[in-house]
């Protein structure tokens, strides 16, 4: 076995070899466990909620795998229709070409050669990070089959009348030309301004004051809304305004949507350009003037002056125009929330097309109930009430977008605009007896992504057909997510397979939280601040790490600054710290938290885990050369029956807390265990056996039996969370441990025996570690040079303390390097003794002859001078109102905390030197 820990050499190694012996399929007749991976975007790379969420499943999987469950994670991807067709026009853009040079056909084949050549970086590092999908059985949500069920899908809702195709408002991208998903619009703060406008009413008798921020869709306007309690106008509802600029009279119509109180309490309607104002143009039956083109530039519905101008410009020239009629009341500046498209960065306009729209409200009513009853889980529960508000208030799906890459809709049109809707022109035909001579031109746009992935749990296992994956795997058992995409994609999976398997997608919806930075702040490019898992995984310099996160920026500004922070943070870039370990620092993080902050410190400490672990089975190794388990007799030692019994308790806490998707206590009870338990005692508690020369060759066969095995059965324990060191060391220690098997993946998951608990070695290894840390904490406090052999008495105990004390001897004179151990007769006159407590037993450790008197009084009359010097300067900072009035809150409460920690270890050295000075 290496002597030090090397992750890199054998993370590859192990993957190659389960990958290339097809461990990860399907196996055996037990019963089956599915998950199926949310499939990422074919243009993207793994990123730290990624990988978060892949921890956790690859956990889950492999637990189950070890289990003995029929285990399946499907694994693939998604189209990303906007995502991919712009990586590929940038493409055709830097060789001079547009999409429309090549033509569609064209164009999508270009696609499908960039998805060959450079759409497997995602799944590459999916293998880096140890996920165990079965990769025989990748999907993607183009390929063959998954179009066939998108299409089955489409026509049949079609045919059902719940999808219909509609005119109506939607978020669209004016430099991407398509409409947007919500998901796909952020919200950005800005400066703007709020523009107050008088529109004059129709009879001249006075005028109404409406404001806005987006002046230019004033020319749209088709109402003015007051609340219809308002005293203050209820005499004009009915009445009309003429809109300035454009002549048209218009309504003053009455809507409870009003808030009265706010502003003048007028509203300009404008139901072509913003969501609420379209409701209540619904609600009254306004005119629908839509002002733009695709582009945002203003359409022949606008007076000639302003047609064909840009949206920002024709704001400029209609606040000019209004200023110089007097119809400007004021202008105020005003923060706003500005929304941009999340690809392009352009502001989004609300727009009204003619669009594909999905019926929901049907649908939505099963999908609530299921949650209801309990047939399908969200974990934690509370995220059920965030499901149920927005199934509560569904509201029709735009499933269309403008597009060439994804679905194409299977719709036909004539030269009337009927609508023909099946598989192809040739089905289309047939299905509604058309003539042969017939035109028909298919729709140019494709469906949403969200469509095709709302059908990933049976769409991946071969739906329409009904197949046996289909029979043994579907409903899966957890989808691991996001809470912020339960209502784009998990809400849409459960009304879809509901309606069209007659059966739930999964019974558990595992909700993480969002993987933030070390300060909490959401990780994205601008801030300068993500972290890429296999930089974690394999390290990066810290020139490496400056242009890989300053690439792409134009502002010199911007980059400097994140060049400043980058390396103030990474001074020697990031070190490599393997799989296993970020594996492990998610797993520790995976609470029941919305916001999970990643810190790279943490990672460090589990290295240091893993480290630990395999330097463990280095002393295991080398403590049994020659080892090989036989039918010899074994004597378990106090400590081996501890080790034992403890090993029970910790599979148990872990199996309960994978149970209930509690990652974090899993984790940290596996930890807690290996390092404080396992290695820190048990290692140290074996040396005496094998180290001893009055140890029987039972005992020592029996604590090199211990040693193994229970080595052997936390490497089982730790397999989920860390499947490469697990492997790496099974292998080596398998045979002597006595165990067989090709991998630790299908070996058997430890599982607590209530009959190897033993109460009474507990208790007494626990009296014995008391023992221990007495005697190591009063060397520590008065600095005794940790080799020196002590002598120790022993007051107040009772007969089991006496006891312990006759059996452990051997431990206890070892492990706390002591000479002697004797009991302090009654009546004898007590030494003047450093002590500790063991129960109710005292531990007095004499001081005459171990320290240098005078020489240790001086020592520490020095450090006490030290710290009242110390503490002075603190309270007379404390005592300063100057300083607790200004400065910040947390560094006042750090000055008190030192002024505390002083205090306290002054005391502690004031009672030393009287202990020495008494001697």
């Not at 501890?642 to 990652?663: H, K, L, N």
Request: hydrophobic letters at 35%.
């Amino acid at each position: 076995m290496e002597k030090t820990y090397s992750p890199q050499s054998i993370e590859s190694k192990w993957y190659e070899t389960w990958e290339k012996n097809q461990y990860f399929a399907p196996k055996g007749d037990g019963k089956p466990f599915c998950i199926m991976i949310p499939p990422p975007n074919v243009t993207g790379s793994l990123h730290m909620g990624h990988g978060f969420q892949d921890s956790i499943m690859d956990a889950l999987i492999r637990y189950h795998r070890m289990k003995g469950n029929n285990t399946l994670w499907q694994v693939g991807t998604d189209h990303a229709g906007i995502a991919t067709q712009m990586v590929v026009e940038r493409q055709l853009d830097a060789e001079g070409k547009s999409r429309h040079d090549l033509g569609r056909e064209k164009f999508i084949e270009r696609v499908w050669e960039w998805k060959q050549e450079s759409g497997g970086r995602i799944t590459s590092q999916l293998r880096r990070l140890g996920a165990s999908v079965d990769w025989s059985r990748e999907r993607f949500t183009m390929d063959d089959g998954f179009y066939k069920a998108v299409q089955e899908v489409f026509i049949r809702l079609y045919d059902e009348g719940l999808i219909y195709r509609g005119k109506r408002l939607v978020n669209w991208d004016p430099k991407l030309h398509t409409a947007i998903s919500d998901l796909e619009v952020v919200q950005e703060e800005e400066d703007g301004h709020m523009w107050h406008f008088r529109y004059p009413l129709s009879d001249g008798n006075g005028q109404l004051v409406v404001a806005t921020t987006r002046p230019e869709t004033m020319l749209g306007d088709t109402a003015v809304a007051v609340h219809p309690e308002d005293e203050r106008y209820k005499h004009l509802i009915g009445k009309t305004v003429t809109l300035p600029l454009t002549h048209r009279e218009i309504p003053i119509i009455a809507d409870d949507y009003i808030d009265k109180d706010f502003g003048t309490g007028c509203v300009k309607i404008t139901p072509a350009h913003d969501f609420n104002d379209y409701e209540m143009g619904v609600r009254h039956q306004l005119p629908m003037i839509n002002i733009f083109d695709d582009n945002a530039r203003l359409n022949d519905d606008v007076p000639p002056e302003y047609r064909g101008m840009d949206r920002f410009d024709a704001r400029t020239r209609v606040v000019e125009d209004l200023q110089n009629l007097g119809h400007v009341e004021k202008i105020e500046p005003h923060k706003l929330k500005i929304p941009r498209g999340d690809r392009s960065g352009v502001v989004i306009e609300p727009y009204l097309t003619h669009q594909w729209y999905v019926k929901t409200r049907p649908l939505a009513e099963e999908a609530i109930r299921v949650v209801e009853d309990g047939e399908i889980q969200f974990v934690p529960k509370n995220y059920e009430n965030m499901y149920f508000s927005w199934m509560r208030d569904i509201q029709d799906w735009c499933i269309s977008r403008q597009l060439w890459w994804g679905h194409r809709v299977p719709a036909w049109y004539d030269k009337e605009g009927n609508i023909y809707v099946g598989r192809d022109e040739a089905q289309v035909r047939e299905k509604y007896s058309l003539a042969a001579d017939l035109e028909l031109q298919q729709d140019d746009d494709v469906l949403d992504t969200w469509f095709s992935s709302g059908l990933w749990t049976f769409g991946t296992l071969g739906w329409p057909e009904e197949t046996e994956e289909l029979k043994t795997f579907h409903p899966t058992d957890v989808l691991v997510t996001g809470f912020d995409i339960i209502f784009f994609w998990v809400a849409r999976m459960i009304m879809l397979t509901l309606h069209f398997r007659k059966e739930i997608p999964f019974h558990t919806v595992y909700c993480t939280g969002m993987v933030r930075d070390s300060h909490g702040q959401k990780m994205s490019k601008s801030k300068g601040n993500v972290l890429d898992p296999i930089d974690m995984i394999d390290g990066i310099d810290i020139d490496s790490l400056v242009a890989k996160r300053t690439a792409g920026m134009m502002l010199p500004r911007l980059r400097e600054k994140i060049e400043k922070q980058t390396r103030k943070e990474f001074p020697s870039g990031i070190e490599a710290y393997g799989t296993d370990a970020l594996r492990y620092t998610f797993y520790s993080l995976a609470s029941r938290s919305r916001d999970i902050n990643f810190d790279v410190g943490r990672i460090e400490g589990f290295r240091n885990f893993c480290n630990k672990i395999w330097n463990a089975a280095r002393y295991v190794l080398m403590n049994c050369e020659g080892y090989s388990p036989s039918a010899a007799p074994v004597e378990l030692s106090l400590a081996d029956r501890w080790i034992i019994s403890r090993f029970q308790e910790a599979a148990q806490t872990v199996q309960e807390a994978f149970d209930s998707y509690r990652f974090d206590i899993a984790s940290q009870a596996l930890y807690e265990f290996v390092w404080n338990e396992y290695c820190d005692w048990y290692l140290e508690l074996s040396k005496p056996v094998l180290w001893d020369e009055g140890a029987s060759d039972a005992q020592k066969q029996g604590t090199r039996q211990t040693l193994l095995q229970v080595l052997e059965s936390i490497l089982r324990l730790a397999h989920p969370f860390m499947p490469f060191i697990t492997e790496e060391i099974w292998q080596l220690i398998k045979e002597k441990a006595g165990v067989g098997g090709e991998t630790i993946m299908y070996a058997p998951y430890p599982q607590a025996d209530e009959s190897k608990r033993d109460a009474q070695a507990v208790a007494d290894i626990e009296w014995v570690k008391g023992f221990i840390v007495g005697i190591r904490n009063i060397r520590g406090e008065m600095q005794l040079p940790p080799g020196k052999l002590l002598s120790v008495l022993c007051k107040n105990g009772d007969a089991e303390d006496r006891r312990r004390v006759d059996e452990n001897r051997q431990f206890l004179s070892k492990l706390a390097k002591l000479e002697s151990i004797q009991w302090l007769a009654a009546g004898d006159e007590e030494p003047l003794a450093a002590t500790a407590l063991v129960g109710n037993m005292d531990i007095l450790v004499p001081m005459a002859d171990l320290i240098d008197k005078e020489e240790e009084s001086k020592r520490l009359q020095k450090e006490i001078e030290k710290r009242r010097k110390e503490l002075k300067q603190v309270e007379g900072k404390l005592g300063n109102a100057n300083f607790v009035d200004k400065a910040p809150a947390d560094v006042v409460e750090k000055e008190k905390a030192k002024a505390l920690d002083l205090s306290s270890a002054l005391q502690k050295l004031e009672s030393q030197l009287s202990k020495i000075e008494a001697l």
